[in-house]
């Protein structure tokens, strides 16, 4: 048996061929892969499977001949903790080119920290870009009764993380649908979650700023 020894340098090109495996797909011609990692606005909660935003996209892409595989990997009820805890996970086994984060409304919603909420996206963002991967990250924003303040504060950390990492940005995924003249029609029941009709609009809140990083 034939031993090799690897110098420095040959440690340093495996490292960066490695971490930019994702990058190298893409720029030759393999399809992009796009890995959304959500909550149940990107899961298809209370709806018929295929009406969801995320499986809109998937037909957007192959109406308009982009070449590229969409991963729903998307979980009612998840927090941000829950999505950086499975984020390397997901990395490893897709391999993804993009990454569409868009998690942050259950943390709200149980009142956690801000600034855990911030350091998740934040790791998230950045183990995904060590991987070779885009991201676009999806803002959400929460009712008036909140408190302006904390409405203010919890919206402006997904601005300050897009800018710190330099990515894609989504301000608000349910604008058009939560902020319109008589939002509660496009609202499920639990006046939380949008019906059908809304996931069109909820693409289109996402599809400039993804299409944005995709191969021309």
């Not at 259950?106 to 991201?135: H, I």
């Not at 029609?185 to 019906?195: E, G, N, T, Y």
Request: some cysteine; overall charge positive.
């Amino acid at each position: 048996m034939q031993l090799v020894t690897w110098s420095r340098r040959d440690f340093i090109v495996a490292s960066l061929a490695a971490s930019c495996g994702a990058a190298r797909a893409a720029a030759g011609g393999s399809p992009p892969v796009i890995l959304v990692v959500g909550d149940s606005l990107s899961a298809e909660y209370g709806l018929k499977r295929g009406t969801g935003w995320v499986a809109l996209l998937d037909q957007r892409l192959a109406k308009q001949k982009l070449a590229a595989r969409v991963v729903n990997a998307s979980i009612s009820g998840d927090t941000t903790s829950g999505g950086r805890a499975r984020l390397g996970a997901l990395l490893q086994q897709h391999k993804p080119t993009h990454v569409v984060i868009e998690l942050g409304g259950n943390d709200a919603l149980r009142g956690l920290p801000l600034a855990m909420t911030e350091d998740n996206l934040a790791k998230m963002t950045e183990a995904a870009q060590k991987a070779g991967a885009r991201v676009l990250l999806v803002g959400m924003q929460v009712p008036p009764n909140y408190g302006t303040d904390y409405a203010n504060r919890f919206s402006g950390l997904f601005a300050r993380v897009a800018k710190q990492y330099k990515t894609g940005f989504v301000p608000f995924l349910l604008q058009g649908v939560a902020d319109g003249p008589d939002p509660m029609k496009l609202f499920q029941a639990d006046r939380i979650h949008p019906r059908e009709e809304a996931h069109p609009m909820m693409l289109d809140n996402v599809w400039p700023e993804l299409r944005k990083l995709l191969p021309k």
